[in-house]
Nanobody, 120 residues
Framework: QVQLVESGGGLVQPGGSLRLSCAASGSIFSINAMGWYRQAPGKQRWLVAAITSAGNTNYADSVKGRFTISRDNAKNTVYLQMNSLKPEDTAVYYC??????????????WGQGTQVTVSS
């Protein structure tokens, strides 16, 4: 069984920073891509940033230059450093990872979500 556990969300003022973390645990053979999605109330979930096992990154246009995704392969953990936060960044942020296990092969896993609220 694989679990993704997120942490680091909260309330922050506009212009502030937050760092999200997501740790994968369980019977993991390997982890391919990892990423962060977000979903605001009444809207669809969409990709914020992604990173491959080789460290190649991809960002949504709206967060380029403000957010940085990174990962620690030894810890099976992905991070999202969010700077210059704006009210429109308010959403539930979900961690996603493409993980291979010996039992199920390659499968897409999701975290439970962490709330980020940007407000004065």
């Amino acid at each position: 069984q694989v679990q993704l556990v997120e942490s680091g969300g909260g309330l922050v003022q506009p212009g502030g920073s937050l760092r999200l973390s997501c740790a994968a645990s369980g019977s993991i053979f390997s982890i391919n891509a990892m990423g962060w999605y977000r979903q605001a109330p009444g809207k669809q979930r969409w990709l914020v940033a992604a990173i491959t096992s080789a460290g190649n990154t991809n960002y949504a246009d709206s967060v380029k230059g403000r957010f940085t995704i990174s990962r620690d392969n030894a810890k099976n953990t992905v991070y999202l450093q969010m700077n210059s936060l704006k009210p429109e960044d308010t959403a539930v942020y979900y961690c996603n990872a493409l993980i291979t296990t010996m039992v199920f092969g390659e499968y897409d896993y999701w975290g439970q979500g962490t709330q980020v609220t940007v407000s004065s």
